[in-house]
C-alpha cells in the first residue's frame, strides 16, 4: 500500500484543554438532540477572502459524547463549519422515543441531523457534507453513507466498530451481561453503582494507548462529564441498551450489514486506527480500508480508540489532505473512485 499524504495547512495551537464548544437542540424525529457548532475560522496565516468553507457533521461513540470532538472540530476550523451531536440519550441528548437504542435508530438521528446542516444558510448551503465518526459512531457512520451517499462529501472513520464475533478483553464483565437475551437491566444496575470517577478513570484506561499521558485537566473534565451524566436518569440504560444494538447489529445480514455497506461506498473515504486500540482490533484496519473503494489508511503508532481525543493533529492533517485531493463542489455520490488500493501510512 502506498503512504496516505497528511496535510502541510497551517494548523491552529493547542493550548490546554478547550472549553466545549456551544450547542443547541436540533429536532429529530420524536425528539430533539443536543449539536454543538464550532464556527469556521479560515485559514491560519492567510487571507479569508476565497478561502474553501465546507460543513462537517462528528458522530460520538458509544458511551462518548459531542465533547469528544472539541480539539479535532478547533483544528479542523480552518476549513470546516463543524456540528458535533450527542446521540439520543448520551451527553445532553434526551432518551429516543420509547427508549430502544438501535444502530438503526442512530442512522436515522445522524441523516436528520446531516440533513439540517446541510440546509443551513450560508456558504456550502445545500452541499454533501464531511461525516467523521468513531467507534459506535464510525459504524454508524459507514451505515448512513451507505444509504445516503448523496448526503456525504467524504467519509472519516475513527476505529470504527466493525463487526467482529468476539468480544474486546477490555470490556467489563457487566456489559457482557448484554449477551444474555432478557437481562438487559441487570447489567444496567451493574453499571449504576459504578462511581463517575471510577467511570473516568477506566474509560481513560481502556480508551487511550497510554493513560499516563492525559493531562490533569482532561482527567477533571472527564469526571465532571461522569458526574453530569450519573445525574441522568437514563444514562446507565442508553449505554447497556445501545451496547446491546450495537451487537445486535453485527447479526444483520444483506444490506443491513455493515461490512457489506462498506463495499458500497464511493466517496474519499479515510480510514484511522491507533496501534494500541484495546476496544477494537487495529487488524481490523487493513481489512475496511482494502473494503473499502476509494480508501486511504492511517495508522497511528502508540494511539488508542479514540485518535481525535490522543492525537488531535495527525487525525486533522489527515482528514484536511482526504479533503484537499477533492474538489470541493464534487458529491458524495458522484465522486470518483480514484484507486481501488487503500493507501497507508504509519505515524
Do not use: K
Not at 104 to 114: F, M, P, Q, Y
Not at 216 to 240: H, K
Amino acid at each position: 500500500m502506498s503512504e496516505a499524504e497528511l496535510s502541510t495547512t497551517p494548523l491552529p495551537s493547542l493550548t490546554g484543554v478547550l472549553p466545549p464548544w456551544p450547542g443547541a437542540d436540533v429536532p429529530v424525529r420524536g425528539g430533539a438532540v443536543l449539536v454543538r457548532h464550532t464556527p469556521w475560522r479560515g485559514p491560519v496565516d492567510a487571507p479569508e477572502d476565497d478561502a474553501p468553507r465546507e460543513r462537517a457533521v462528528y458522530v460520538h461513540g458509544l458511551g462518548g459524547a459531542s465533547t469528544n470532538w472539541t480539539d479535532l472540530a478547533a483544528l479542523l476550523a480552518v476549513r470546516f463549519d463543524g456540528w458535533a451531536l450527542d446521540l439520543p440519550g448520551f451527553g445532553r441528548s434526551q432518551p429516543p422515543p420509547g427508549g430502544r437504542y438501535s444502530v438503526r435508530g442512530h442512522v436515522r438521528t445522524v441523516i436528520e441531523v446531516l440533513e439540517h446542516v446541510r440546509s443551513q444558510p450560508g456558504d456550502a448551503a445545500g452541499r454533501p457534507v464531511h461525516l467523521v465518526g468513531n467507534s459506535l459512531g464510525g459504524l454508524v457512520s459507514v451505515l448512513v453513507a451507505a444509504q445516503r451517499p448523496d448526503l456525504v462529501a467524504t467519509l472519516t472513520l475513527v476505529s470504527p466498530a466493525m463487526p467482529v464475533y468476539r468480544v474486546p478483553p477490555a470490556f467489563s464483565r457487566a456489559l457482557l451481561l448484554l449477551l444474555v437475551p432478557g437481562i438487559p437491566t441487570l447489567a444496567e444496575r451493574r453499571l449504576a453503582g459504578v462511581a463517575p470517577e471510577d467511570s473516568a478513570r477506566s474509560m481513560i484506561q481502556m480508551c487511550f494507548g497510554n493513560p499516563a499521558a492525559v493531562p490533569p485537566e482532561r482527567i477533571e473534565q472527564a469526571m465532571q462529564e461522569m458526574r453530569e451524566r450519573a445525574g441522568q436518569p437514563w444514562a446507565d440504560r442508553a449505554l447497556a441498551r445501545s451496547m446491546r444494538g450495537l451487537i445486535t447489529s453485527y447479526l444483520r445480514v444483506g444490506r443491513a450489514n455493515a461490512w457489506r455497506a462498506a463495499r458500497s461506498l464511493r466517496m474519499p473515504t479515510l480510514v484511522i486506527w491507533g496501534s494500541r486500540d484495546r476496544l477494537v482490533d487495529p487488524a481490523l484496519a487493513p481489512r475496511l480500508a482494502a473494503t473499502v473503494r476509494d480508501s486511504r489508511l492511517l495508522l497511528l503508532e502508540g494511539v488508542g480508540h479514540v485518535a481525535m481525543l490522543e492525537a488531535p493533529e495527525p487525525t486533522a492533517r489527515a482528514v484536511l489532505a482526504l479533503v484537499e485531493e477533492r474538489p470541493a463542489t464534487a458529491g458524495g455520490a458522484d465522486a470518483p473512485a480514484v484507486a481501488d488500493t487503500p493507501r497507508s501510512v504509519r505515524r
